[in-house]
């Protein structure tokens, strides 16, 4: 799927791209949204990630915040809200007029176009404290219904251990990935314990040893979120695997002259 990638690991199996796509391309079209992801294939972005709620219905929808008023000017929670009363808001319009009408998705639709445009996904589920299953569930759903078997598997990926956990029962044959602002003391255990396949760090805490530590362990490490290319180029030099990115056409651009230069 698109240009070599860096790293095979050795739980269940992932590729990671040396660079993702955040939120679709959240500097160059709004976030989560479909016009987001087909920028950042427009510009050759092989992987994306997204972020995952759930509405009070159960549907999977796709809103970084819990609230929905920075996103479409709603000041209401998506937990709290039928999926009816959310479909229809412009998430669309802030960032810009041309995007005006564009709106959040399901998890479904955006895997469905995902698969259209061959684009790897990195499923980002968002606390659900009581309600790991049922989320999961509804992402398990969302996958059964759209995206094909035969495309590349689906990363999920989380801050809290316990959707992790939710991920490794419902889907065990996908690839999992712990999220952490820092490193915690008892990542390799946690890791161990959900059959990780990687460590996704906020850059400002990846430094080499902490990368050598955790490909050591026989994971991948991703950071978030960099759309410099500077920063991005000190942090493949130490050894990281993936950088998610903002501005992925920046970065794809560092990646080619850092790959030309070898």
């Not at 976030?31 to 294939?41: D, H, K, W, Y």
């Amino acid at each position: 799927m698109g240009p070599a990638t860096t790293r095979i690991m050795s739980f269940p199996a992932l590729r990671l791209p040396a660079v993702m796509g955040h939120r679709g391309a959240a500097g160059l079209a709004p976030e989560n949204t479909l016009a987001g992801f087909r920028r950042a294939a427009a510009l050759g972005v092989t992987w994306v990630e997204l972020d995952v709620r759930l509405s009070a219905d159960g549907v999977a929808v796709l809103s970084h915040d819990e609230s929905l008023a920075r996103a479409t000017g709603l000041r209401r929670k998506v937990g709290r809200l039928l999926h009816a009363d959310i479909e229809g808001l412009d998430a669309g319009a802030w960032f810009g007029e041309s995007f005006r009408g564009e709106t959040l998705p399901t998890l479904a639709q955006a895997l469905r176009l995902l698969a259209q445009l061959n684009v790897g996904v990195n499923i980002e589920v968002k606390r659900h404290e009581g309600q790991e299953t049922r989320v999961m569930n509804a992402v398990a759903g969302a996958l059964a219904d759209a995206w094909p078997t035969v495309l590349v598997p689906a990363l999920i990926s989380s801050f809290d251990p316990a959707i992790v956990a939710a991920a490794q029962h419902r889907l065990p044959d996908l690839p999992r990935a712990l999220i952490a602002e820092r490193l915690p003391r008892t990542w390799r255990s946690l890791a161990d314990s959900l059959a990780c396949s990687a460590i996704h760090l906020n850059w400002k805490a990846a430094n080499d040893g902490r990368i050598s530590a955790i490909h050591a362990a026989g994971l991948g490490v991703a950071v978030y979120t960099v759309n410099e290319a500077p920063i991005a180029r000190r942090l493949w030099a130490m050894g990281v695997d993936c950088v998610i990115t903002d501005r992925p056409d920046v970065l794809m651009a560092a990646r080619t002259e850092q790959e030309k230069a070898r």
